[in-house]
């Protein structure tokens, strides 16, 4: 287990459910990928966690033994909850670094997660929602843009494109509605006082997507 702090500690409250040093490490490297691929430490952890996921998939499709079996020999929690593969940290954290065989069959497992993206969306993955002017819909697409993220695979997302397309307005902009202004995906801008405003926003954030597919 590679430990990415010695003196400094993070305010969030310890989670007494998983092996604490595991999850932070996790937590920590996602969010330093997210910024830079320059970091030793947080690529090692990357490392670690893209041969857990490659011995889990060895044989073409999740196989659950072999993943907690490689994740206790590499990771050596000292106990706790096993960290779910279908999770915001590791989708996030390994689209960089899976082979294709290891990343399209990864990829197609969490698509097709009843429960979608743990911290993200709870749903498969693809069924769109029915209702497109929802937070549940710009959580999808949250969902949607990690996901994006794994080159190889966007292939598989062909029915988000036609999704997108189905609920583009007529003047060719989208516009996701109020209720989406969660202060997490939205607003991009400074405020949504003008209606005009949030189908700008909205629209940047599809239009990144679909040029991605």
């Known amino acids: 287990m590679i430990v990415l702090w010695e003196k400094k500690t993070i305010p969030d409250r310890v989670e007494k459910v998983h092996d604490w040093n595991v999850f932070l490490s996790l937590i920590l490297s996602t969010g330093i990928g997210r910024f830079t691929k320059d970091n030793t430490v947080a690529n090692k ?11 889990a998939f060895a044989d073409g499709s999740y196989n659950y033994d072999k993943y907690v079996e490689a994740y206790k020999n590499i990771l050596k929690p000292n ?16 689209c960089d670094c899976l082979d294709e065989k290891t990343e399209n069959a990864f990829v197609e497992h ?18 769109p929602p029915q209702e497109f002017q929802s937070k549940n819909a710009s959580r999808y697409l949250g969902a949607i843009e990690l996901i994006v993220g794994y080159k190889h695979t966007r292939h598989k997302l062909s029915f988000v494109a036609d999704w997108l397309n189905d609920n583009r307005s007529e003047n060719g902009k989208w516009d996701m509605g109020k209720s989406v202004n ?18 700008a926003d909205c629209t940047e954030r599809i239009e990144k997507i679909l040029a991605l597919l």
């Open 110 to 127: 969490i698509l097709n997660f009843d429960k979608g993206i743990y911290y993200i969306y709870d749903s498969k993955l693809t069924a």
């Open 45 to 55: 952890v990357a490392e670690q966690w893209a041969e857990i996921v490659t011995t």
């Open 79 to 94: 106990g706790g909850r096993i960290i779910g593969i279908e999770n915001y940290y590791p989708v996030s954290l390994l």
């Open 182 to 199: 969660d202060k997490l995906y939205f607003p991009l801008s400074d405020d949504w006082r003008k209606s005009e405003t949030r189908e």
